[in-house]
């Protein structure tokens, strides 16, 4: 019995004094930005939930390159995670880039009823890849930010559009809308936006603000174009080497400040809407609708089966027709 006690004493010593895995977390948010505070609490709650034993790490503000290379940097063990949106986890798996096709989803209510039923196939998709999702979370609606006052497809098709490297298919279906894309990476954008290499941004409006793009882009159309989902993921090998019993409460954990990003970073996207109207930053109402429309079947021509695969943009769809036929206006 001696025996027995001793080496029990042993083992708990030495699983107390295990080395404690260290997960590197890279992304784009900006430094300082609500993304980037709330992963920063998160990474101080999971070291409290496990003990000290499992320490994040977070390089904000695109230190770590652009999407790619991040997911480049973890296929060899430069970085071990990732806080990015479905353009990023593309390099991964497209699935999540259906929920961000351009004119699917019109409200954050269809988005959270479609989201909700596809999570699993989503998760799913992920894990076949070998990545953990710790949460899912936005970035937020879509909006053109322009240096001229484009209303109609036809004005934009003037300009030249911020377009992300890395996706050939995305780079067509924006030709395939009428567009002019300029392909860079996600780190050139402020770079390129200044020198006016390109003229038209497409992102949130909580970006936009956090990153000064409104500066040199002072027109914003006032139209839903698209999407951009998000997700934290960790490489699996390396999470597998968390006890299970503590992966449940970081999963908890991730999963509370996953929603905590969804409500904040949606209030913070209107008040930088208002916020850059105070700086000079003009909101123009979007001339003929169904042209846009058709701007964006176009594109999705091109995204579907090429983009993201045929079945669930079809599923995205089909979920979103549901939600409609419930909610009738």
């Not at 430094?31 to 992963?39: I, K, V």
């Not at 979370?137 to 036809?154: D, I, K, M, N, R």
């Not at 006032?222 to 997700?231: D, V």
Request: glycine share 6%; no cysteine; hydrophobic share 40%.
């Amino acid at each position: 019995m001696h025996i027995r006690a001793l080496v029990l004493a042993f083992l708990l010593a030495a699983q107390a004094h295990a080395a404690p895995v260290r997960i590197k977390l890279g992304t784009l948010a900006p430094q300082g930005s609500t993304w980037h505070q709330l992963l920063l609490e998160m990474g101080q709650k999971w070291s409290q939930a496990s003990n000290g034993q499992v320490e994040l790490k977070v390089y904000a503000g695109g230190t770590q390159g652009n999407e790619g290379e991040m997911i480049r940097k973890i296929s060899i063990g430069q970085l071990q995670a990732t806080a990015i949106t479905a353009i990023g986890l593309h390099e991964i798996t497209p699935e999540p880039q259906a929920e961000d096709v351009p004119f699917l989803i019109d409200s954050y209510e269809e988005y959270d009823y479609v989201h909700e039923k596809l999570r699993p196939k989503l998760d799913d998709a992920l894990a076949r890849k070998g990545y953990v999702p710790i949460h899912w979370g936005e970035v937020g609606f879509v909006y053109f930010f322009s240096t001229e006052p484009y209303v109609t497809p036809a004005d934009f098709s003037k300009g030249k559009i911020f377009t992300w490297n890395g996706d050939p298919a995305a780079e067509a279906a924006w030709r395939k809308a009428g567009f002019r894309p300029v392909v860079l990476s996600s780190t050139d954008l402020i770079p390129a936006l200044t020198s006016r290499m390109v003229n038209i941004i497409s992102q949130p409006p909580l970006y936009a603000f956090t990153t000064h793009i409104f500066d040199k882009a002072d027109n914003m159309l006032n139209l839903h174009w698209g999407f951009l989902t998000g997700a934290t993921v960790v490489k699996k090998d390396v999470w597998d080497r968390i006890p299970p019993e503590v992966q449940k409460k970081l999963l908890e954990i991730g999963e509370e400040y996953g929603e905590r990003t969804r409500k904040d970073v949606r209030k913070q996207n209107e008040d930088a809407i208002e916020q850059m109207k105070k700086r000079g930053l003009t909101i123009n109402q979007p001339a003929d609708i169904e042209e846009w429309r058709k701007v964006a079947e176009r594109a999705h021509e091109v995204i579907r089966g090429k983009v993201v695969p045929a079945a669930i943009y079809d599923e995205v769809v089909r979920l979103r027709d549901e939600y409609r036929s419930q909610h009738k206006r």
